[in-house]
Antibody, heavy 120, light 107 residues
Framework: QVQLVESGGGVVQPGRSLRLSCAAS????????MHWVRQAPGKGLEWVAV????????SYPDSVKGRFTISRDNSKNTLYLQMNSLRSEDTGIYYC?????????????WGKGTTVTVSS | DIQMTQSPSSLSASVGDRVTITCQAS??????LNWYQQKPGKAPKLLIY???NLERGVPSRFSGSGSGTDFTFTISSLQPEDIATYYC?????????FGGGTKVEIK
């Protein structure tokens, strides 16, 4: 079945780095765009990044631009999120998600999430 | 950035009631709007795309309408399993943005 499994979350000090991974299975990974969406404790959803199916187009909101980098390895069916210069406001659950299109349209598959805590 | 304003932020209704949630965009987004359901402790789930298209497998009591800046999400007959927070999300322009959410509870 279609599945996304995130890993790499944990507790990290402010200013440090963390890399999240998302293993995809049950579908042809290379033809779909992929997203990261996060949720701070008790708060709503915040879109973090999108990467086109072939890795040629990507975008971020201002809140993470210049600090986070989304990438993918289509040969390994894996999505990544490199997070640098982490801040306390980056704390939350990070969801890997599949878009229905090659770049962005609607998110039709979500992982269960991995938790990132930025704290000294 | 396009701001998405949902209302109400929470509501309480009885089983069988009709529930309506509104979402307003800060600029014209045509029909580039999706609706998601998030149950407590779970990942979000797509319910409606393109403002009014029901995702496969989603019960027909859920529906969406609207275009431009004003959108409506409706549950025609609230069921106990519909307890969740509902989010609208625009994809007309990057960055993608979500509404603040509407928490639906049973009275």
């Amino acid at each position: 079945q279609v599945q996304l499994v995130e890993s790499g979350g944990g507790v990290v000090q402010p200013g440090r780095s963390l890399r999240l991974s998302c293993a995809a299975s049950g579908f042809t990974f290379r033809i779909y765009a992929m997203h990261w969406v996060r949720q701070a404790p008790g708060k709503g959803l915040e879109w973090v990044a999108v990467l086109s199916h072939d890795g040629s187009r990507k975008s971020y909101p201002d809140s993470v631009k210049g600090r986070f980098t989304i990438s993918r390895d289509n040969s390994k069916n894996t999505l990544y999120l490199q997070m640098n210069s982490l801040r306390s406001e980056d704390t939350g659950i990070y969801y890997c998600a599949r878009d229905a299109a090659e770049y962005y349209y609607y998110i039709d598959v979500w992982g269960k999430g991995t938790t990132v805590t930025v704290s000294s | 950035d396009i701001q998405m304003t949902q209302s109400p932020s929470s509501l309480s209704a009885s089983v069988g009631d009709r529930v309506t949630i509104t979402c307003q965009a800060s600029q014209d987004i045509s029909k580039d709007l999706n609706w998601y359901q998030q149950k407590p402790g779970k990942a979000p789930k797509l319910l409606i795309y393109d403002a009014s298209n029901l995702e496969r497998g989603v019960p027909s009591r859920f529906s969406g309408s609207g275009s431009g800046t004003d959108f409506t999400f409706t549950i025609s007959s609230l069921q106990p399993e519909d307890i969740a927070t509902y989010y609208c999300q625009q994809f007309d322009n990057l960055p993608l943005t979500f509404g603040g959410g509407t928490k639906v509870e049973i009275k």
